[in-house]
């Protein structure tokens, strides 16, 4: 029997756990659709959920930024600028619109990160599977954007 690489063990544990952190955001965004009594509270945790993966997201720049000796202030900004134009969306403006732009951050953090990632040594399973959880992520924030027009 063939005993697991670490690197094998890696891309199976994060090609998990990527897979899994889209539960949170089918489970709002089913249940905002379906169920009139919790459409509030999966729209709260939704979002909630979604400036944290924002976060999560922007810390893989911050990371790099600490170890990469290349364009370290840039790694910087990328790191936060996406979450603080979610926040600053929530604070500003009508759910409905927040919800679009935090939906958009989603693709449009893809978008950076794709030709940033081929400069580096990021394993092709992250490459391959980060396309897919952004666009899941996105479709979630357009059906709780139906919801809310609803």
């Given amino acids: 029997m063939h005993e697991p690489s670490e690197a094998e063990r ?3 544990m994060g090609t ?8 949170p955001f089918v489970a709002g ?3 905002a659709l379906v169920s009139e ?5 999966a729209l709260q945790a939704f979002i909630l959920y979604s400036l944290g993966i924002l976060s999560f997201m922007g810390g893989i720049h911050w990371g790099l930024a600490l170890v990469m000796g290349t364009r370290q202030s840039m790694r910087l900004l990328i790191s936060v600028i996406p979450v603080l134009i ?7 403006l009508p759910a409905q619109f927040a919800i679009a732009v935090i939906g958009g951050m989603y693709i449009a953090q893809w978008f ?9 040594p990021i394993p092709m399973w992250y490459t ?4 897919r959880l ?5 479709g979630c924030h357009l059906f709780m954007l139906f919801r809310l027009m609803a």
């Fill in 37 to 41: 009594e919790l459409a509030n509270v």
């Fill in 10 to 12: 890696l891309e199976q």
């Fill in 112 to 120: 950076v990160d794709r030709p940033i990632f081929d400069e580096l």
């Fill in 16 to 23: 998990r756990l990527g897979y899994l952190g889209l539960i």
């Fill in 29 to 31: 965004a089913i249940t």
């Fill in 86 to 92: 979610a926040w600053g969306c929530l604070m500003a």
């Fill in 134 to 138: 952004a666009y899941t992520a996105a």
């Fill in 128 to 131: 391959d599977m980060r396309p």
